[in-house]
Structures are given as C-alpha cells and as structure tokens.
C-alpha cells in the first residue's frame, strides 16, 4: 500500500528556566505571586511572536515551579520538538529576548544533549571546559551568554567555587559579578549566528500550498491553522492500526473536498511531501494521474485528510465535557486581553468584526496552551480539540468552494531541490564560515597539492593527548614544532639505561611532567656513559631498519610506493598507475631507492577523493577539517588499468 512508513521518532526536547535575582528567600505564596506576575507579562509581550507561530509537536509554555533543595523558585517551560530543530533555536531567540527586556531575570536552556550551545561553540570554548565541569555554568543575563569560570587553583579567586556551581551559588555569581562572566565574543558569535534573523526568520520558515481537502479541515485549520501539525504527524507516525481508521472515513468524507490555500512550515511541507503513499480503495479517496496540474494538490489534501482522520479516531466523540474548559472563566484571561489590546495586538481592528474575531480566537487558544496550561491528564488532545471545534464552526461548503477562485498563489518549492552547491552554501553557513570563493578553470589546472602534504605534515605534527587529535582550525596555523631527534633520544634514554629500574610502562609524574614542558631536551645534558648507551641504541635501530628495507624489497610491498627514482624517469600519471609493471631492478642492490612520502601521500589522498564521487569520505572530510578544499574531479577516467582478455 505505501512506502517508507515511520513507526516511530524520538521525541527530542528543550527545556528552559528563568530566576530570579537577587534571589531573596522569602514566602513561597508571595514568591508564586510575584514569578505569576512575570509570566503574564512575558507571555503578553511576546504574544505578537508566539500566536501565529506554528510549532511541530509543543509550544512554547512557561508556568510556576517551586523551590526543591539547592533549587530556588524559578519559572519553567518545557517543549517537544521534535525533527524541527528551528523550533528549539527559537526558543532560545525568545529567551535570550526575555532576559533583555526584564534584566532581573537570569535563564538557564537545555536539551536531551545537555548544554547544548556549548556544542554549538564547541570550536571557540576555552580549554578548561568540558561536559564533566559545565554544569550550571551556562546562563543568559541581560540579553547576553555567560559562561561562570573556572578558578585555575583552589583559593585563587575567593568568589568561585573549586567544583560546578550549584544553582543557588551560580545566581548569586552571576548578581555579584555580571561583568566578569560574559562568555567570550567568538563563544557568543556562535551562538548568535544560530539565531540571527529572529523574529523575520519565522515568515520565512513558512510555506503555503494548495490542498483538496474535506471541508471540516479547512474550517477547522482557518480556527486552528496550528492543528496542520498534528495532523501531518498523524499521517507521518502512522501505523497499520492507525490505517484501519482510513478504510472508510467517518469524520472526513471525501465528497466533502473543497480547493483550499493551507500554511505549513517548511518541515511539515517536507514530511507531508516526502511519503509515497496510497490510499485504500474503499476510502473514497482517488487521485488524478500525475501529470494533472492539480495532483499534487490533490496528495497533499488525501494526505492530511488521512492524518485528521486518524487524530479524530482516536478520541470518542462523547469524551468529558470537563475538558471543554472555558478560556474566558479564567481569572488571568481579563488581565491577559487587556494587555494585549495596551500592546497593538488586534492593530486597530473594529472589535466584533472577522477579522478580529479570528485573532481573537487565536489569542484563545494560545492563552489556553501556554498561560493558563492544564494539567497534562485534562488537556485536550488534538482529536478532541478538532471534533469540539466541528460541532461549534458553522461553515458553508457552497461559499468555500466560491473562495476557491480567490485563493493566494502558491509558494515555490525549489527549496525542496537544492543542487550539490547549494546544499554545500548552507551548510557553509550553518557552520558559520564565510562562503568558499569560486574555483575558476584556471585555479584548477594551477592547484597546489602541496597544501595537501603541508596540511598533513601539520596535522601529524599536532600534539595529541588522552582525548584524540586536535585539527589545526585554520590553514595557514604554524605546525607545532617538534624536534623528533630529541624526543627519541630522551624515549631511548628510558628504555635504554633506566629500564631496569622500573617494572611499569607508565612514565612517572616528573617524566611526565618533562614530556609537556617546552623545554629542549639535548644530548648535551646527559652523563657520557648515557650517552654513549643511546648512541648505541640508536645504531642498533638503524641496522634493524636497514635489515627490514631489504627484505621488504623482494616483496611486493615495495611496489605499491613511487620512489625518487621513478620521478625522474616517469611523470605523476604513470608513477601513480604503473607502480604494478616497475622492474625489479635496484631491488636486490645493497643500495635502497628513498620513497617519496609527499607524492604518495597526495596520490593516495587523490586515489581516496576521486573513489567518493562527489560524496562524502575520509579524505575529503579530513582535508576540510584542516581547511583545504580541493577542486571538483572533472576527469571521468578509471583510476586502474582496464583488464586484458
């Protein structure tokens, strides 16, 4: 029946927390009153933003939390979601916001990942701080990151505590010393860049298409245009107990289908789009072929229609009145729609006209999911809530199909289609670099491939420790420098003259202590018994090395590596192709050709890039870590010789 069904997703979640400072003890009645207080006026200052935005799975909530241990009474919200990573990043926008207007606020943001803006700067975070010391560290104040430091020793800096912050210690840094905590500029570039173009951002991220739809549906989403989501991750996370439903419809009859202009966000659009899908021939449902100017209309409005359907069988159609809670009873509610009106919500419309009654229903409902949220075990689910709004929407089906001929135009998808390079463009921004200038014809056929043995000699030459390799971030870094003759005469003189002292392959402290100095370690420092005994070591070494060249010689190993002498002779297309047909000659000699490690390198390097196709591999992943981008492989040719019959 269809392809590529989704049976489940998890759930990814943000979670946020906004304190108060000076943090003063106090009456929790009167600690309630007054953090009640500024979710009214957050939730009304920001409303213009939040009403209309439509959220994939949860929206943006704040409510009361009291205080429990180390913990103070704070305001709190949680939201799923979910696959649109935006709906997090805009959340972060609005609570970085929050505490720009209301600077006595601190907030605290966090996901499954943890602290995860510090992943997002994880390029510009000083040294110190890793996932085991971060805790309760990270804080927007004042419209700004700050990051609470670390003292260097124990007793050095009195007001920092020796181990992570505990909340009530973090507010009270934070009061104490604003001005020292700010998290470096590069740190709040990051994250600023992951934000940037908030609140405009929002329309942008919107798409509006055509759907053939039951005309309940679009009654119910020109009330409710944020149901679009429930209902495309009904049919997203469908199963085939959820598709029992959709054999014959009983809420959503296909003869009921009307042309209507329906606003999704662009990952909705996606998810809805992405699915092949066909319906059952007994629900009615019947699409035009594909070449129709309207099939994809028509999809779209089967698809939905199947998702609604499935939301609306999962609820009785009897369920408790005591859900149908009445926003207006609320004591916050008169409170709430005055504030809006002081803040232009309604932008001067006629009070009682549609228009005005539509914003004034969203309002509604935005009060009643994010302000005055019930408890998880009252709250309507979206079933219910579209099954409520079919028996109070009064709605014409003659009138809707006349709006048809005054429908806007669609938006263009081409976004769904991005080419090679522009996929590359936005993941170049993503990741805050500036945009790779174009490689001309002529830059190609000129390209060093020295950058590519110079960048690998910088990144061997990089000190690694416990945690893995360090990248050098930017090409044109200086390598580390590293005397390696000085570096095996001291591993020599450990293994050579003081291995019988020790029984252990660890080094001690003061050894070790020595390897991450800076200090030049010389022959000349050592006893002449020493080093007469590391002299001998290292001769030892070299009649061991000579040994294996000449037995790796006769081998076919030898083979596989292009030699000085072969460059000479032959250029870079033979050496790196003919390697198998080379003459056995010099082999048996007493004297070694010297193999020439920076072309094989690059030829390797080259060999392993032209096997990707253009896709993503070791080698191209590797050179752009270290920053060298190379030029597309425009020659098709075979990299091994065809076979002879």
Same mark, same amino acid.
């Given at each position: 029946?269809?392809?590529?069904?989704?049976?489940?997703?998890?759930?990814?979640?943000?979670?946020?927390?906004?304190?108060?400072?000076?943090?003063?003890?106090?009456?929790? *009645? *009167?600690?309630?009153?007054?953090?009640? &207080?500024?979710?009214?006026?957050?939730?009304?200052?920001?409303?213009?933003?939040?009403?209309?935005?439509?959220?994939?799975?949860?929206?943006?909530?704040?409510?009361?939390?009291?205080?429990?241990?180390?913990?103070?009474?704070?305001?709190?919200?949680?939201?799923?979601?979910?696959?649109?990573?935006?709906?997090?990043? @805009?959340?972060?926008?609005?609570?970085?916001?929050?505490?720009?207007?209301?600077?006595?606020?601190?907030?605290?943001?966090?996901?499954?990942?943890?602290?995860?803006?510090?992943?997002?700067?994880?390029?510009?975070?000083?040294?110190?701080?890793?996932?085991?010391?971060?805790?309760?560290?990270?804080?927007?104040?004042?419209?700004?990151?700050?990051?609470?430091?670390?003292? &260097?020793?124990?007793? =050095?800096?009195?007001?920092?505590?020796? =181990?992570?912050?505990?909340?009530?210690?973090?507010?009270?840094?934070?009061?104490?010393?604003?001005?020292?905590?700010?998290?470096? *500029?590069?740190?709040?570039?990051?994250?600023?860049?992951?934000?940037?173009?908030?609140?405009?951002?929002?329309?942008?991220?919107?798409?509006?298409?055509?759907?053939?739809?039951?005309?309940?549906?679009?009654?119910?989403?020109?009330?409710?245009?944020?149901?679009?989501?429930?209902?495309?991750?009904?049919?997203?996370?469908?199963?085939?107990?959820?598709?029992?439903?959709?054999?014959?419809?009983?809420?959503?009859?296909?003869?009921?289908?009307?042309? =209507?202009?329906?606003?999704?966000?662009?990952?909705?659009?996606?998810?809805?789009?992405?699915?092949?899908?066909?319906?059952?021939?007994?629900?009615?449902?019947?699409?035009?072929?594909?070449?129709?100017?309207?099939?994809?209309?028509?999809?779209?409005?089967?698809?939905?229609?199947?998702?609604?359907?499935?939301?609306?069988?999962?609820?009785?159609?009897?369920?408790?009145?005591?859900?149908?809670?009445?926003?207006?009873?609320?004591?916050?509610?008169?409170?709430?729609?005055?504030?809006?009106?002081?803040?232009?919500? @309604?932008?001067?419309?006629?009070?009682?006209?549609?228009?005005?009654?539509?914003?004034?229903?969203?309002?509604?409902?935005?009060?009643?999911?994010?302000?005055?949220?019930?408890?998880?075990?009252?709250?309507?689910?979206?079933?219910?809530?579209?099954?409520?709004?079919?028996?109070?929407?009064?709605?014409?089906?003659?009138?809707?199909?006349?709006?048809?001929?005054?429908?806007?135009?669609?938006?263009?998808?081409?976004?769904?289609?991005?080419?090679?390079?522009?996929?590359?463009?936005?993941?170049?921004?993503?990741?805050?670099?500036?945009?790779?200038?174009? =490689?001309?014809?002529?830059?190609?056929?000129?390209?060093?491939?020295?950058?590519?043995?110079?960048?690998?000699?910088?990144?061997?030459?990089?000190?690694?420790?416990?945690?893995?390799?360090?990248?050098?971030?930017?090409?044109?870094?200086?390598?580390?420098?590293? #005397?390696?003759?000085?570096?095996?005469?001291?591993? #020599?003189?450990?293994?050579?003259?003081?291995?019988?002292?020790?029984?252990?392959?660890?080094? #001690?402290?003061?050894?070790?202590?020595?390897?991450?100095? #800076?200090?030049?370690?010389?022959?000349?420092?050592?006893?002449?018994?020493?080093?007469?005994?590391?002299?001998?070591?290292?001769?030892?070494?070299?009649?061991?090395?000579?040994?294996?060249?000449?037995?790796?010689?006769?081998?076919?190993?030898?083979?596989? @590596?292009?030699?000085?002498?072969?460059?000479?002779?032959?250029?870079?297309?033979?050496?790196?192709?003919?390697?198998?047909?080379?003459?056995?000659?010099?082999?048996?000699?007493?004297?070694?050709?010297?193999?020439?490690?920076?072309?094989?390198?690059?030829?390797?390097?080259?060999?392993?890039?032209?096997?990707?196709?253009?896709?993503?591999?070791?080698?191209?992943?590797?050179?752009?870590?270290?920053?060298?981008?190379?030029?597309?492989?425009?020659?098709?040719?075979?990299?091994?010789?065809?076979?002879?019959?």
């Amino acid at each position: 029946m269809e392809e590529n069904m989704k049976f489940a997703t998890v759930e990814d979640t943000v979670e946020y927390r906004l304190f108060l400072i000076p943090d003063k003890p106090g009456d929790p *009645e *009167e600690c309630r009153e007054i953090l009640q &207080k500024y979710i009214e006026k957050i939730m009304t200052q920001f409303a213009p933003m939040l009403v209309p935005y439509i959220w994939q799975n949860q929206p943006f909530n704040l409510r009361y939390k009291p205080g429990k241990g180390d913990v103070p009474a704070h305001i709190f919200g949680m939201t799923k979601f979910g696959d649109n990573i935006e709906d997090e990043w @805009f959340i972060v926008y609005i609570v970085k916001q929050i505490t720009k207007e209301f600077p006595e606020l601190v907030a605290r943001i966090e996901d499954n990942d943890g602290e995860f803006l510090l992943i997002e700067a994880a390029d510009f975070l000083p040294k110190w701080l890793d996932p085991d010391n971060s805790a309760n560290r990270v804080f927007f104040h004042q419209g700004e990151l700050c990051i609470i430091p670390a003292p &260097k020793k124990s007793g =050095t800096v009195s007001w920092l505590p020796t =181990t992570p912050p505990t909340i009530s210690q973090a507010l009270s840094i934070i009061s104490t010393h604003p001005e020292k905590i700010l998290a470096s *500029e590069s740190v709040r570039a990051a994250v600023n860049r992951r934000i940037r173009g908030y609140p405009e951002k929002i329309e942008a991220s919107l798409h509006q298409a055509h759907c053939f739809l039951p005309a309940g549906i679009a009654a119910v989403l020109k009330q409710r245009p944020r149901l679009v989501a429930a209902g495309v991750q009904a049919f997203y996370l469908r199963d085939p107990i959820d598709l029992r439903a959709c054999r014959i419809f009983k809420t959503f009859l296909p003869e009921t289908r009307i042309m =209507t202009s329906v606003t999704f966000t662009k990952c909705l659009y996606a998810q809805l789009v992405q699915q092949r899908f066909v319906p059952d021939r007994r629900s009615g449902y019947k699409l035009p072929p594909p070449c129709h100017p309207q099939y994809r209309a028509h999809e779209l409005g089967m698809k939905l229609a199947h998702g609604f359907e499935i939301l609306c069988s999962k609820c009785s159609p009897h369920f408790s009145d005591s859900k149908k809670s009445l926003v207006t009873t609320s004591p916050l509610w008169a409170g709430f729609l005055e504030s809006l009106k002081k803040n232009d919500y @309604f932008k001067g419309l006629m009070e009682g006209s549609v228009q005005y009654q539509e914003k004034l229903e969203m309002a509604k409902n935005y009060f009643q999911l994010s302000v005055n949220r019930p408890e998880s075990s009252h709250a309507m689910s979206p079933g219910e809530e579209i099954l409520t709004l079919l028996q109070t929407v009064q709605f014409d089906i003659e009138e809707l199909k006349k709006e048809e001929a005054y429908l806007p135009p669609e938006d263009d998808e081409r976004w769904l289609d991005l080419s090679p390079d522009q996929l590359d463009q936005l993941l170049q921004e993503a990741a805050g670099k500036k945009e790779p200038e174009p =490689t001309s014809k002529g830059r190609e056929e000129n390209y060093d491939l020295t950058q590519v043995s110079e960048s690998m000699k910088a990144f061997i030459s990089k000190v690694s420790t416990h945690k893995g390799a360090e990248l050098p971030r930017e090409p044109s870094e200086a390598p580390i420098t590293f #005397d390696a003759d000085s570096f095996l005469n001291y591993f #020599d003189k450990i293994l050579g003259s003081k291995s019988h002292e020790s029984d252990s392959d660890d080094l #001690d402290e003061e050894d070790s202590e020595c390897l991450d100095s #800076d200090d030049d370690l010389d022959l000349e420092t050592q006893e002449p018994g020493e080093e007469a005994s590391v002299k001998g070591t290292l001769d030892d070494l070299k009649s061991y090395m000579a040994q294996m060249d000449q037995e790796l010689a006769h081998t076919s190993l030898a083979k596989s @590596f292009t030699t000085q002498k072969q460059m000479n002779k032959e250029p870079l297309s033979q050496t790196t192709n003919d390697n198998s047909e080379e003459e056995d000659s010099g082999t048996g000699g007493s004297v070694m050709t010297p193999v020439d490690v920076d072309l094989n390198l690059v030829s390797n390097i080259l060999e392993s890039y032209s096997s990707q196709a253009g896709l993503a591999g070791p080698a191209s992943n590797l050179l752009q870590s270290m920053g060298v981008q190379l030029p597309d492989n425009d020659d098709h040719r075979p990299t091994s010789k065809p076979r002879k019959d």
